[in-house]
């Protein structure tokens, strides 16, 4: 299948208002924009503010494991945040012009003490303490604030990802409103649920497990069935599989979800998250091995903190985004709102799966 060239319209089977053009010709492109790796791989910085050992240099901890000195994950309130509980007098608005106030918390995440290390290179008992953090943190923000309604849990890393600091670190923004695309998510699950009295993530999990193909003979005309085994899937542990959605808006795109029903993340375990740990460790490791040194975003969609949430708990499961920056949208992309993807994700998915991954 790889010498043929694909290319077609993907709908997105959640969200179905988002397509994405599958055009692997332009990847034959004689150029393509190629982002400079811009990584400081430095252990200690002696004026980045995020160092251990530098803490006077930023506000006040408001959650660190552990609570000593010698501490692996810290996070403090944003410098510069995009929404705060501090209010602004208001702005002016006209006419069809509206705001809502951006109130809110932004905290940032120093994922580990160690400046420059990759995501690849933390140890899989560092990774499950991290993902317990984003938890935990997310936890007490829904139970101390009741005016929020969702806490998205980013990392940008790289510059083209957005990464403003080079030392390690993700972000928590804790907002009164309901993102739309975790909105969109929700609402088309429900609407599958309804339909068809499953949830469709599960429904997708099975499929990237295990696809059924049908294939003819041309010459006899003759119908054989046969199984193309885990064609989308690039990593699977035993609570947690990495798979290539079927439309990725981008190239190297992957997800990871649990393999058993969870709508929210704050249901996930300890002994669930060392699974996570490790199948994460190995798709970065994966994505390294493939497309080298990479920016990327990852973020976490779970279900939405409102008063029906509950009404969601068997449609809607929870996952991580994992989209690497191989490339900066074009005009056309900004303008139209199709993603256009140049490798075929069942290409990108056997790519993944054949690099090696040392224990
Ligand atoms: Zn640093
Ligand atoms: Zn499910
Ligand atoms: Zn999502």
Excluded at 205 to 228: C, F, K, N, P
Aim: glycine fraction near 6%.
């Amino acid at each position: 299948m790889d010498h043929e060239n694909i290319r077609e319209i993907r709908i997105d089977p959640i969200v179905p208002t988002q397509s994405v053009l599958i055009s692997t010709a332009r990847g034959n492109r004689p150029h393509k924009e190629e982002l400079p790796p811009t990584r400081d791989v430095r252990e200690y910085v002696e004026s980045c503010p995020f160092c251990r050992g530098n803490e006077h240099l930023t506000p006040p901890a408001s959650f660190q494991v552990p609570s000593t000195e010698e501490w692996e994950i810290r996070a403090v309130e944003n410098p510069y945040p995009i929404l705060s509980d501090v209010p602004l007098p208001p702005g002016v608005t006209q006419g069809l012009q509206q705001a809502v106030e951006g109130y809110g918390h932004h905290e940032v995440i120093i994922d580990h003490s160690n400046h420059g290390i990759a995501l690849d290179q933390m140890s899989e008992q560092h990774l499950a303490l991290l993902f317990a953090f984003y938890r935990d943190r997310m936890r007490f923000l829904y139970n101390t604030d009741p005016r929020i309604r969702y806490v998205l849990v980013f990392k940008n890393f790289g510059k083209a990802a957005g990464g403003s600091m080079p030392h390690t670190h993700s972000q928590l923004i804790a907002m009164p409103i309901v993102p739309h695309n975790v909105h969109d998510e929700v609402e088309y699950s429900q609407g599958f649920y309804q339909k068809n009295g499953s949830c469709i993530f599960c429904t997708l999990i099975d499929e990237a497990m295990s696809l059924q193909t049908t294939a003819y003979d041309r010459r006899s005309g003759e119908t054989r069935q046969y199984y193309v085994s885990g064609k989308y899937v690039v990593e699977r542990g035993r609570h947690f599989v990495a798979i290539k959605p079927f439309a990725s808006r981008y190239e190297w795109e992957v997800h990871i979800l649990p393999i058993k029903h969870q709508s929210n993340f704050l249901q996930v375990t300890s002994e669930e998250l060392d699974d996570l740990a490790w199948v994460l460790r190995r798709t970065m490791t994966r994505l390294k091995a493939v497309v080298g040194e990479v920016q990327y975003n990852y973020f976490i969609h779970t279900v939405p903190h409102v008063e029906n949430s509950s009404d969601f708990a068997h449609s809607f499961h929870w996952h991580i985004e994992i989209c690497p920056r191989t490339s900066i949208p074009s005009g056309f992309e900004l303008g139209s709102g199709l993603f256009i993807n140049t490798i075929s994700p069942e290409a990108a998915a056997s790519q993944l799966r054949q690099a090696e991954v040392q224990d």
